[in-house]
């Protein structure tokens, strides 16, 4: 089992930023893509970035160029920079592993940007 801790969120301007961090614990071991997705209200949970164990990332459209995903592995941790936030982006973001083919999330953080 692996449990995925989320941190970072909050309330804030548009055009301001925001760090989300997402702590691993249990089995840590064979994770290999880590990620974030979002869920707004009345809308499909959606991939915001992904990177796996080997630093490859991914992003959507709509993020691209104003957020960006890192990977500390010694810390088991991954982290979602969010630049240039705008109120399109408020939803619950939520942490995403996935270990020898099983997916894990986290509780959510909720990410709220005010025009």
């Known amino acids: 089992q692996v449990q995925l801790e989320e941190s970072g969120g909050g309330l804030v301007q548009a055009g301001g930023s925001l760090r989300l961090s997402c702590a691993a614990s249990g089995s840590i071991l064979r994770i290999n893509d880590m990620g974030w997705y979002r869920q707004a209200p009345g809308k499909q949970r959606e991939l915001v970035a992904i990177?796996?164990?080997?630093?490859?990332?991914n992003y959507a459209d709509s993020v691209e160029g104003r957020f960006t995903i890192s990977r500390e592995n010694a810390k088991n941790t991954v982290y979602l920079q969010m630049n240039s936030l705008k109120p399109e982006d408020t939803a619950v973001y939520y942490c995403?592993?996935?270990?020898?083919?099983?997916?894990?999330w986290g509780q959510g953080t909720q990410v709220t940007v005010s025009s």
């Open positions: 990177i796996n164990s080997r630093g490859f990332t």
């Open positions: 995403h592993a996935v270990r020898v083919g099983v997916n894990y």
